[in-house]
Nanobody, 123 residues
């Protein structure tokens, strides 16, 4: 069974940083575009960032541009989301998702989803 596992969430003060990781169990992420989504209490899930299968193309929602960076390692088995200058409004459950497609997007049309990791930004 194909599974995605997120890690790296936690509690951080405003202005701090976290790095989220997304790893695949049961398959290789080499052939998948990967995205990070988040869902805050009482809000709809939104696409935060994505990276194409090759790693050459990325996209970000406007609210995180300049603060978050998505990347994948050389073996393409893990995707990271480096989050800097965190704000209280970044508080949410963060999910990674994958789709067997060359290009990525921030829409919800991904086949595989992880269980999520909580990120809380608070003083």
């Amino acid at each position: 069974q194909l599974q995605l596992v997120e890690s790296g969430g936690g509690l951080v003060q405003p202005g701090g940083s976290l790095r989220l990781s997304c790893a695949a169990a049961g398959f290789s992420l080499n052939y998948y575009s990967v995205a990070w989504f988040r869902q805050a209490p009482g809000k709809e899930r939104e696409g935060v960032s994505c990276i194409s299968r090759s790693g050459d193309n990325t996209a970000y929602v406007d609210s995180v541009k300049g603060r978050f960076t998505i990347s994948r390692d050389n073996a393409k088995i893990t995707v990271y989301l480096q989050m800097n200058s965190l704000k209280p409004e970044d508080t949410a459950i963060y999910y990674c998702a994958a789709v067997s497609r060359f290009f990525c997007g921030l829409g919800p049309d991904y086949n595989y989803w992880g269980q999520g990791t909580q990120v809380t930004v608070s003083s």
